[in-house]
């Protein structure tokens, strides 16, 4: 199956139709030349209602990471991204958004990435897309799995997500711009370079 062919069958999808508040608005920016892939959780209520994923603060750290500008980030189709659930799950009674669905996923994920045979580095945001990709990180909380990133080399590399409520995070573990950000850069400008 062409990889236009799924994005047209997940535009449409609308399974979790009957346990959402809100219309299902699948959310994927993948293209057939998308080299590098972005893999978080699912989108939140601005991604929802913009269709633009990472179009807020959490964006411009994930850019910072990456090396990259908001320019490069959405013009360049060597980048992609793919949450595993398609569509904003909604918002629990704390204020935070609700996990991932798992139907999504069970879906949709392993056809999207055999859709995608140039990907060459996956992205892993947050526990969910950690555990899918790297099966090492099952049984491991993000922290632990983010601290053995080499071990996920050359394919993946697990992050944290880059929402400033993880600013916390970030002071407590300074290793990780130390080390996993540079080499993120370099990475993603020897991918965006070719």
Same mark, same amino acid.
């Given at each position: 199956?062409?990889?236009?062919?799924?994005?047209?069958?997940?535009?449409?999808?609308?399974?979790?139709?009957?346990?959402?508040?809100?219309? @299902?608005?699948?959310?994927?920016?993948? /293209? @057939?030349?998308?080299?590098?892939?972005?893999?978080?959780?699912? @989108?939140?209520?601005?991604?929802?209602? =913009?269709?633009?994923? /990472?179009?807020?603060?959490?964006?411009?750290?994930?850019?910072?990471?990456?090396?990259?500008?908001?320019?490069?980030?959405?013009?360049?189709?060597?980048?992609?991204?793919?949450?595993?659930? /398609?569509? /904003?799950?909604?918002?629990?009674? &704390?204020?935070?958004?609700?996990? @991932?669905?798992?139907?999504?996923?069970?879906?949709?994920?392993?056809?999207?990435?055999?859709?995608?045979? &140039?990907?060459?580095?996956?992205?892993?945001?947050?526990?969910?897309?950690?555990?899918?990709?790297?099966?090492?990180?099952?049984?491991? =909380?993000?922290?632990?799995?983010?601290?053995?990133?080499?071990?996920?080399?050359?394919?993946?590399?697990?992050?944290?997500?880059? =929402?400033?409520?993880?600013?916390?995070?970030?002071?407590?573990?300074?290793?990780?711009?130390?080390?996993?950000?540079?080499?993120?850069?370099?990475?993603?400008?020897?991918?965006?370079?070719?």
């Amino acid at each position: 199956m062409s990889l236009e062919v799924l994005l047209a069958e997940i535009a449409a999808c609308r399974a979790c139709v009957l346990d959402l508040s809100h219309e @299902p608005r699948p959310v994927v920016r993948v /293209f @057939p030349e998308t080299r590098l892939l972005i893999c978080g959780q699912a @989108p939140g209520r601005r991604v929802h209602e =913009s269709g633009l994923p /990472f179009d807020d603060a959490s964006g411009q750290r994930l850019r910072a990471w990456l090396g990259v500008d908001r320019q490069t980030f959405y013009g360049d189709r060597r980048i992609g991204v793919a949450a595993m659930a /398609f569509c /904003f799950p909604g918002t629990d009674l &704390k204020g935070g958004d609700y996990p @991932p669905p798992p139907r999504c996923a069970a879906l949709w994920r392993a056809r999207l990435m055999a859709a995608l045979p &140039k990907v060459e580095l996956v992205l892993t945001v947050g526990a969910y897309a950690q555990q899918w990709h790297t099966p090492a990180a099952r049984g491991r =909380s993000m922290t632990q799995t983010v601290l053995a990133w080499r071990e996920s080399l050359p394919g993946v590399i697990p992050l944290p997500h880059p =929402s400033w409520r993880n600013t916390a995070w970030l002071r407590r573990n300074p290793w990780f711009e130390d080390e996993v950000a540079p080499y993120l850069r370099a990475r993603t400008a020897a991918i965006l370079g070719d």
